[in-house]
């Protein structure tokens, strides 16, 4: 899978240094990853759901959610949201037009 964009990874992990390791190693398994699907993305991520247009993936015991969007017929990711667990129980990510 491609991952646009690892910046995003990089400067959330900067601002939230225990989240790092973890997203580190999501982009590395998810940019080696043939997802076709959202059962074939919860067979290495059991806890990964789908929200609206969006996958969600929870890390260091629900602390933070990775908000991505994911093109399977492109193999495509789009990071669309790095947050902390009371910045998503916000819902403000929910207004993002392609949700």
């Known amino acids: 899978m491609r991952i646009i964009s690892r910046k995003m990874l990089r400067e ?5 240094a225990d989240s790092d390791d973890a997203l580190d190693n999501w982009y590395k398994a998810a940019n080696k ?7 074939k993305v919860q067979k290495m991520y059991p806890t990964a759901e789908a929200v609206g247009n969006f996958t969600i993936f929870n890390f260091k015991g629900n602390t933070y959610r990775l908000i991505v ?9 789009f990071v669309k949201y790095i947050l902390t667990h009371a910045e998503y129980d916000k819902d403000k990510w929910k207004d993002d037009p392609y949700f």
Do not use: R, V
């Open 33 to 39: 990853a043939k997802w076709a699907n959202l059962i």
């Open 12 to 16: 959330f992990g900067k601002q939230h």
């Open 69 to 77: 969007d994911i093109i399977y017929s492109d193999e495509t990711i």
